[in-house]
């Protein structure tokens, strides 16, 4: 079935620079990746999707590239902001084991320090 | 306020004591989902609903039961719970069937099975 690695697990950086994330997914044939924060003691919330017949999509300070060859994608935050401080996962859906399943990756803790 | 609402959010059990989470959103939305959230694993699919009376497996379904009787509702039954059922859990609803959209994330329950 599907498998969506996530990296790095943490990451530290000063308020105002970018921060990437990076996940990897092994079906080929999944087509929808969304990204999703979670702030602590709340659920996770959608920040941005993309589906696999785009290579790029953005919000704002946020941005997410899909390349289907290599089977990434990536999150990421310019100029950061204390209030972007919390957990974000990646998620996959639409592959040939998983139809109807979102697969998430293990999460990363970002903190934005002041 | 569309919303999808839990209870309870916290619980906490003894090994083998039936217990339900209810699960309830009104956004009309036709596909709910459970997930379970632990440290160093991120968020994983227990069972999911397309619609009315059709449910199937997510990733972790042993020791859990779903039903969808209405649309709004989608209970998590353990009908024997056990210690490495202790987690967070989350309920989740989107609008396409497929789940290949935005999922809202109710606020979480946290279990505890003693």
């Known amino acids: 079935g599907e498998n969506v690695e996530q990296h790095p697990s943490t990451l530290s950086v000063q308020e105002g620079d970018s921060a990437v994330i990076k996940c990897t997914y092994s079906?080929?044939?999944?087509?929808?990746f969304p990204w999703y924060k979670q702030e602590l003691g709340k659920g996770p919330q959608l920040i941005i999707d993309i589906r696999s017949n785009v290579g790029e999509k953005k919000d704002q300070r946020i941005a997410v590239t899909l390349n289907k060859t290599a089977k990434h994608f990536s999150l990421h935050i310019t100029e950061t902001q204390p209030e972007d401080s919390a957990v974000y996962f990646c998620?996959?859906?639409?592959?040939?084991?998983?139809?109807?399943?979102?697969?998430f990756g293990t999460g990363t803790l970002l903190a934005v320090q002041p | 306020e569309a919303q999808v609402t839990q209870n309870p959010r916290y619980l906490i059990t003894v090994t083998g004591k039936k217990l339900t989470v209810t699960c309830s959103q009104n956004?009309?939305?036709?596909?709910m989902s459970w997930y379970r959230q632990d440290p160093g694993l991120g968020l994983r699919q227990i069972y999911y609903s397309m619609n009315v009376e059709v449910t199937d497996k997510g990733d972790v379904p042993e020791g859990y039961k779903v039903s969808r009787k209405e649309k709004r509702n989608f209970p998590l039954i353990l009908e024997s719970p056990s210690p490495n059922q202790t987690s967070l859990y989350f309920c989740?609803?989107?609008?396409?069937?497929?789940?290949?959209?935005?999922?809202?994330f109710g606020p979480g329950t946290r279990l505890t099975v003693l």
């Open positions: 998620a996959a859906s639409g592959g040939s084991g998983a139809t109807n399943k979102l697969i």
């Open positions: 079906d080929s044939a999944s087509n929808y």
């Open positions: 989740a609803s989107s609008l396409a069937s497929t789940g290949t959209d935005t999922q809202y």
């Open positions: 956004m009309n939305h036709e596909y």
